[in-house]
């Protein structure tokens, strides 16, 4: 894998999806913060279908704060770790009111510091809600950055740190969605769908699968 392959690959995926968005719904910085938060290790139609109850009910820090934990699991109780998930944003929204007048701030070690938000959930954030040409680098964007040798990595924080490297500064804000929906619709973990791939003939992957071989 080179600069100009991966450009490439970056240039189809932009071609075939100008102006790819998140799959979780949200209209504000603080509702997307909410449901990154809610889809660790969940998926986001689970959260979507949580969020759309929750939302038209409590959509700002202090509204939330005022479900209070036990109000809030009654609208996420379907999605998975919902109890610790509950206690996180209850104790986010907390420090959102009291440091910030319930502003999601935009700035990386804030976000940081609240509790349930890791780096991945502060480059959602930043870049999703703010612009920033951060990468979050989840499950899928670890195996497709892997798969196709596009950026390899023993960790997701190696993947991060190389994909900051090789992507031109003109892919980088939309770059991990691209990536994210080529995980989760084509190069699916147990059985890529290398036939209906749109960068097939790029990558770099040494055992492509193909439907003849069902």
């Known amino acids: 894998m080179n600069n100009e392959k991966r450009r490439q690959i970056l ?3 932009r071609d075939n999806n100008p102006k790819p968005e998140t799959e979780l719904n949200f209209s504000s910085p603080f509702e997307l913060l909410v449901a990154v938060t809610l889809s660790a290790q969940a998926t986001d139609v689970s959260v979507n279908k949580a969020t759309d109850k929750l939302f038209p009910v409590a959509n700002t820090a202090q509204a939330i704060l005022d479900l209070g934990v036990d109000g809030l699991k009654q609208y ?23 440091k910030y007048a319930g502003e999601v701030p935009e700035n990386r070690e804030a976000l940081e510091a609240l509790p349930g938000v890791g780096r991945k959930t502060a480059n959602v954030v930043l870049n ?7 990468i979050a680098v989840d ?5 497709v950055a892997n798969r196709t040798k596009f950026a390899m990595g023993k960790n997701v924080d190696q993947v991060e740190q190389k994909m900051l490297k090789v992507v031109p500064a003109e892919f ?10 080529q ?3 084509t190069c699916l ?3 890529p769908r290398c036939g209906s ?3 097939e003939e790029l990558c770099e992957f040494k055992d492509k699968v193909y439907p003849d071989e069902d």
């Open 172 to 181: 980088k804000v939309d770059v991990h969605h691209w990536f994210i929906l």
């Open 76 to 98: 996420i109780k379907t999605i998975g770790l919902y109890n610790n998930k509950a206690i996180n944003v209850i104790k986010a929204c907390q420090i959102l009111v009291e």
């Open 11 to 13: 240039t189809i995926l």
């Open 139 to 143: 499950t899928h964007i670890f195996r």
């Open 183 to 185: 995980g989760r619709y």
């Open 128 to 134: 999703t809600a703010f612009g920033w040409p951060t």
């Open 197 to 199: 791939c749109i960068i």
């Open 189 to 191: 973990a147990r059985k």
